[in-house]
């Protein structure tokens, strides 16, 4: 009983502490880490990854990268406003560069920082698939879903404590509760959450490509030929992204609403 209320108390206190509004759901978020203190961060990260690295300057491909990127940020600037959140961009400082590495990867750090890796363009093939990428990345900053990760581990983290402190006099039930609570939280709790943002990465990510004049269900195919490289993948629950078939069937499912959405915005015709 004293654990739980606790732990009651602790998320009271948490959500009154700070939430923030996704754009795109309208739902609140955890946010106990505000983006003043993210985005600094996030740029500073941003700018040393990129002198460790190779950046790819001044080809057809990172031409593409940063005109995707352009084409992508577009569409977010019109959604935003469309919809009520006509400053929600203005701390961003967009970037968009290619990075030479086989991994195939990319990425989009808060504020808008966004990196291509050049073994994923194999995958992407052009610029449509391109765009199913990097809208997908970009969701991820729009969604402020770092933010929430962030936000979530350090929950996680009292309530570790919070326990701690309620077990104090029974070291045994202690050791109990330390195994069971990681075991649980991240396979119950961390795990899903993660899905869930690239669930709604995926989405949003729609929207976004499609409003920048891509035809969405170009991202099926990418996934679709994605999951022919993929070797190995562990059981959905155990992984932090929903299997491939699960992502095909989600984005087909979503591409005609994407495109509706589009047409809001006076786009006709979807590039694939």
Not at 13 to 21: D, S, W, Y
Request: some cysteine; charged content about 15%.
């Amino acid at each position: 009983m004293k654990f739980k209320l606790t732990i009651s108390l602790l998320a009271v206190a948490l959500f009154a502490i700070g939430c923030a509004t996704n754009p795109f759901t309208g739902e609140k978020t955890l946010a106990l880490v505000p983006n003043s203190q993210i985005l600094p961060m996030a740029f500073q990260q941003y700018d040393q990854f990129l002198s460790e690295h190779k950046v790819v300057k001044n080809t057809t491909d990172a031409r593409m990268v940063h005109d995707v990127g352009n084409k992508i940020a577009a569409a977010a600037e019109k959604y935003l406003k469309a919809n009520g959140y006509a400053g929600y961009l203005a701390d961003y400082r967009w970037e968009y560069n290619l990075v030479d590495s086989p991994e195939v990867n990319a990425w989009c750090m808060p504020g808008g920082k966004i990196v291509i890796y050049t073994g994923i363009l194999p995958v992407t093939k052009n610029e449509a698939g391109l765009a199913a990428v990097m809208g997908h990345e970009v969701a991820h900053a729009l969604a402020n879903h770092g933010q929430q990760r962030m936000s979530a581990a350090q929950v996680q983290q009292l309530g570790a404590v919070a326990g701690n402190i309620a077990l104090a006099e029974n070291p045994e039930n202690q050791a109990l509760f330390n195994t069971a609570y990681g075991l649980g939280t991240n396979v119950g709790v961390m795990l899903p959450f993660s899905r869930s943002h690239e669930t709604e990465a995926d989405k949003i990510g729609l929207t976004l490509m499609a409003i920048a004049g891509y035809d969405p269900i170009v991202a099926a195919q990418l996934w679709e030929r994605m999951q022919a490289q993929q070797q190995g993948a562990p059981p959905e629950f155990l992984s932090t992204h929903p299997a491939s078939s699960t992502r095909i069937n989600n984005i087909n499912s979503w591409a005609a609403s994407a495109r509706a959405e589009a047409r809001k915005y006076g786009v006709t015709t979807f590039r694939k």
